[in-house]
């Protein structure tokens, strides 16, 4: 299990009210809510080895140099274009969740200068031996699926854990209408075409979503797509006009979604296997106390020493 950690913590976040404070009055929402979201992952999916991956850098430089709208609308006003805009209340709860992580012996990773996207890219890209669940709110990682060389699945928690949509190629092809051949590969492609809001992508004037993908199923890729461009009928007059007033767009945007795939990724900890107890137990416990964690660290703790027990850890 792979987990895109800031997709978990600005999710509790705004799920959970900020009256949940420690005693000195900081809120702990985040907190409580990124426990009891791992907590209840763990418990029902039961990992053998888990990495919460993280961002070093939301907004990396290639991204931006490639295409400058690259979550611009998230800079924070009074900032210099490197920070994200991030909630008062939030900020202050991501050490925590770092602390507890290291206190319960979670191993987390990192790669300098990329985002959390490229590490569990490139944590997929490597892994041959498990087969792997990436965990995340973040549609742009529907790229990971794949069969083979292990089976790779998007665990996609957007709209939370009670509604949780578990996707490989198969379901990403019948969902989107892509093929099921290359579903990653297409999904992204598809993502540039049709463009993204959230992240400062402006898309192709007048293609949708539906559009995008029928497009990409069409012609079997993006690069066919845009060979296409020259005079092939499929294409109506109108697409070909609107493609071709595009293509700075469509080679910025192919780089910016696509998610690296080796990069320097750097763990702290050298084993990724799932504890069966915390490695620092009375810190976890100073860290419960002062924070006022209560029982959400106590599900923690309970479902690590509960997927111990799986047979196939054994």
Not at 8 to 35: H, I, K, M, Q
Not at 65 to 94: C, F, N, T
Not at 170 to 190: F, H, N, S, T
């Amino acid at each position: 299990m792979v987990v895109d950690a800031a997709g978990l913590w600005f999710r509790s976040y705004y799920a959970l009210p900020e009256s949940l404070t420690a005693a000195d009055g900081t809120p702990v929402n985040a907190v409580r809510g990124f426990c009891d979201m791992l907590a209840r992952l763990i418990t029902d999916r039961r990992p053998t080895r888990l990495v919460v991956c993280l961002d070093d850098d939301w907004r990396p430089r290639f991204r931006v140099a490639a295409l400058p709208s690259y979550k611009a609308h998230r800079v924070a006003e009074a900032g210099d274009g490197a920070a994200e805009e991030v909630p008062d209340a939030l900020g202050p709860q991501i050490p925590i969740v770092l602390e507890l992580l290291r206190a319960l012996g979670l191993t987390t990773a990192e790669a300098e200068g990329l985002e959390a996207d490229d590490v569990l890219g490139t944590l997929v890209e490597r892994e041959h031996h498990d087969d792997v669940e990436v965990i995340t709110g973040d549609r742009d990682l529907f790229q990971l699926v794949r069969d083979e060389p292990t089976r790779t699945r998007v665990v996609y928690v957007g709209a939370g854990l009670s509604k949780v949509q578990d996707y490989g190629p198969a379901e990403l092809a019948e969902r989107y209408d892509l093929p099921v051949e290359r579903a990653g590969a297409a999904y992204a492609e598809m993502a540039v075409l049709r463009g993204d809001p959230s992240d400062g992508l402006p898309g192709v004037a007048g293609i949708g979503e539906k559009t995008a993908a029928k497009l990409i199923t069409q012609f079997g890729s993006l690069e066919a797509v845009l060979a296409a461009e020259a005079g092939d009928r499929r294409l109506t007059a109108r697409q070909r006009t609107k493609l071709a007033e595009a293509d700075d767009y469509l080679t910025a945007a192919t780089e910016v979604v696509r998610v690296v795939r080796d990069a320097n990724v750097v763990r702290d900890h050298s084993d990724d296997h799932l504890p069966d107890s915390p490695a620092a137990p009375d810190r976890v416990a100073a860290l419960r106390e002062h924070w006022n964690l209560g029982r959400s660290v106590d599900r923690l703790v309970t479902a690590l020493r509960t997927a111990a027990d799986v047979p196939s850890r054994e």
